[in-house]
């Protein structure tokens, strides 16, 4: 376990933290928080970002992997914009056997909320067949250690983005 996962530490599972938002129930392996930890301080102060993958068992998500940016998405402190083409194939190659849960960029120097345009781009990934999308923020000083993970989920047909609290082992 990742010493530099502090919600990790107070997880009620082994290896992976559970946030809770109504009915909505996400996984994500302390491994994945580490990654995005790990590669949102090698980008810093530049945003930086990639893709959730995993499995949904019994309505669960389970985030089991996460993808950093491709070479020709664009990285700056104002914003991140993914490389859709190259992140596609990337699933169907290294993770044929995972599926596409939504995606996570950082706020180096910003706020642990999601922008306006955050939500948009979010909202733009669900589709009639994907009612729902999660997304990671990790968010702290801008040379991003000990960044605050937040994790959101957007459901289609509901107006406010889920913010969604992790459970803690009691
Ligand atoms: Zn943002």
């Known amino acids: 376990m990742s010493a530099t996962c ?6 009620p599972a082994p290896g992976a933290v559970l946030y809770v938002s109504g009915p909505y129930r996400v996984w994500v392996r302390c491994a994945v928080l580490a990654k995005a ?16 993958l995993g499995q949904v068992v019994d309505g669960e998500a389970h985030v089991l992997a ?7 998405a664009r990285r700056s402190r104002l914003g991140y914009e993914a490389d859709r083409a190259r992140d596609n194939r990337l699933v ?3 993770h044929p056997q995972l599926h596409y849960l939504g995606d996570w960029h950082t706020h180096p120097g910003g706020p642990a909320v999601l922008s306006a345009t955050d939500v948009d781009s979010i ?7 994907r009612r729902e999308v999660l997304h990671l923020l990790l968010a702290g000083p ?6 605050v993970a937040s994790v959101f989920t957007v459901v289609g047909g509901e107006s406010a983005v889920r913010r969604m ?3 803690e082992a009691t």
């Open 6 to 11: 502090a919600t990790c530490a107070t997880a």
């Open 123 to 129: 909202r733009g990934a669900l589709t009639t067949a």
């Open 165 to 167: 609290t992790p459970e």
């Open 92 to 94: 169907a190659r290294i």
């Open 66 to 72: 996460l993808t950093g940016p491709g070479r020709r």
């Open 37 to 52: 930890q790990r590669l949102a301080r090698v980008r810093a102060p530049l945003e930086t970002g990639g893709l959730l």
């Open 142 to 147: 801008a040379d991003m250690t000990s960044p």
